[in-house]
């Protein structure tokens, strides 16, 4: 049940620019504001079921969040409150990965997952892949914010739909890349072993006779 409802929430978060860029025009403010409304508030119920009451605040606070403001586009009749959802989003992966720095930055907790020794260089380089996140969010609502409120719809939606996660598939693969040029530390799948053919692992040191 969880694992279905963490798909469609990602369905939901994914279909949305769309729904903006073809529901606007036709349907209007009202129609639009008050579906999507209305989705989040039946789904709301099925996130909270099974949680612990010490986590249904922040459950449900984005789902709330994002009612809230579907809710004040109707009543003013204004479309930019309906563009707020992926600044919102980022600003909360931001909060939590910056939170992360007073402790265990997310890329440490990651790494640690898959290995149980990390060298200094390699806790350092896991705090700056944090902060480099970090920017990243602040840029990316940045731009859907200033989109959303200058912009044609078009282009919000191409940005928000489409270019904003081509921009975070491009940076997770450059820090990959840039992660296995610099610690050479492989796995057994396919993508590894290409890599380590362009930046092969450093060989045994041979001993003095």
């Not at 969880?2 to 939901?12: D, E, K, Y």
């Not at 949680?51 to 922040?58: F, G, I, Q």
């Not at 040029?181 to 450093?202: N, T």
Request: proline share 5%; net charge positive; hydrophobic share 55%.
């Amino acid at each position: 049940m969880r694992a279905a409802l963490r798909v469609l929430s990602a369905a939901f978060v994914l279909a949305y620019p769309l729904a903006l860029y073809l529901g606007l025009p036709r349907l209007g403010t009202h129609v639009v504001g008050l579906v999507l409304a209305a989705v989040l508030l039946v789904g709301l119920p099925l996130r909270l079921v099974g949680s612990k009451r010490e986590h249904v605040l922040a459950i449900a606070r984005l789902p709330l969040t994002v009612v809230a403001l579907l809710l004040l586009g109707v009543v003013f009749d204004d479309r930019r409150f309906f563009f707020v959802l992926p600044s919102l989003t980022s600003a909360l992966l931001f909060a939590q990965f910056a939170a992360s720095l007073r402790t265990m930055p997310i890329a440490e907790r990651f790494a640690r997952a898959q290995e149980d020794h990390l060298s200094d260089a390699q806790v350092a380089y896991c705090r700056a892949v944090t902060v480099t996140w970090c920017v990243f969010f602040v840029a990316n609502g940045a731009t859907a914010a200033a989109l959303g409120l200058f912009a044609p719809l078009a282009w919000w939606t191409l940005y928000t739909g489409a270019l904003g996660y081509v921009l975070v598939g491009l940076l997770a693969s450059v820090e990959y890349l840039v992660r296995k040029h610099r610690f050479r530390k492989y796995g057994r799948h396919l993508l590894d072993r290409m890599i380590a053919r362009v930046f092969p692992p450093p060989g045994p040191v041979s001993s003095a006779s």
